[in-house]
Nanobody
Framework: VQLQASGGGLVQAGGSLRLSCAASGSIFRINGMGWYRQAPGNQREWVASFVSGGATNEADSVKGRFTISRDDAKNMMYLQMNSLKPEDTAVYYC???????????????WGQGTQVTVSS
């Protein structure tokens, strides 16, 4: 199983970016997906995720600006980031809890990260 994050880049403050995360390999079920980020010198922090029942939840720092979505048919997840701020600069990682066979263990997988840089 692999997760591939993409869509990062350099954008001016107030701009937008859309991150994508593609899950591939032997996947029976994706039980949870989310986005995290890590700025230089900081610990990795949670940004947004899907909770039980398909609802979403976002960190207070991004609420109202970032929107998480997914396409289960394609095993894809997205993070639409609007009104970006310099403090959003970080490497963004996608995360998924995946079962590869029915009744199998749920394992957490991480993508390789994509750099988002917001200039002031």
């Amino acid at each position: 199983v692999q997760l591939q994050a993409s869509g990062g880049g350099l954008v001016q403050a107030g701009g937008s970016l859309r991150l994508s995360c593609a899950a591939s390999g032997s996947i029976f079920r994706i039980n949870g997906m989310g986005w995290y980020r890590q700025a230089p010198g900081n610990q990795r922090e949670w940004v947004a995720s899907f909770v039980s029942g398909g609802a979403t939840n976002e960190a207070d720092s991004v609420k109202g600006r970032f929107t998480i979505s997914r396409d289960d048919a394609k095993n894809m997840m997205y993070l639409q980031m609007n009104s970006l701020k310099p403090e959003d600069t970080a490497v963004y990682y996608c995360n998924a809890v995946i079962q590869t066979v029915p009744g199998g263990a749920r394992r957490t997988h991480w993508g390789q990260g994509t750099q988002v840089t917001v200039s002031s």
